[in-house]
């Protein structure tokens, strides 16, 4: 007797999107220095009748919760760890500007490791072609 194998924790995710009847969720990844752009295909993704994450915070800019040198990099830590669930959240992936750093080249890695597509505004910046 064959019995089916359990569910991953991404498939039940995916079921339980389904059953809600969830818009398809799209996360927006990218350098903060686009923050502007990524507000602008936030309007345009949410006008579309998506769901869509990004980041929250633009650590460039200068703010207190960021201003001690230590806690800014245990925040940035914790932003990047945020940004990988939202990522694992979404169904595809969104990437804004016109230029790639590392962390946004590890955030294209990550998504592509899970399987998700991987959008650009600016597709000639994709790292893997």
């Known amino acids: 007797m064959t019995y089916p194998r359990p569910l991953t924790p991404e498939e039940k995710l995916a ?8 818009p398809r969720i799209v996360v927006i990844c990218g350098s903060t220095r686009f923050m502007a752009e990524m507000n602008e295909e ?8 998506r769901i869509v994450v990004k980041p929250g915070i633009d650590m460039k800019s200068p703010h207190g919760l ?3 040198h230590v806690g800014a990099a245990a925040l940035k830590v914790r932003l990047d760890a ?6 694992r959240l979404a169904d595809e992936v969104l990437v804004v ?13 990550y998504s592509r490791s899970l399987g998700k597509p991987v959008r650009f505004t600016h597709p000639g910046v994709d790292p893997d072609v």
């Not at 079921?15 to 969830?22: H, R």
């Not at 945020?82 to 990522?87: D, G, S, V, Y």
């Open 97 to 109: 500007g016109d230029y790639i750093g590392d962390s946004t080249r590890a955030e294209i890695a």
């Open 66 to 68: 960021w201003s001690d």
């Open 82 to 87: 945020l940004h990988r669930a939202k990522i």
């Open 42 to 49: 936030d309007l345009r993704e949410t006008q579309a009748g």
């Open 15 to 22: 079921d339980a999107k389904k059953l809600l009847g969830l």
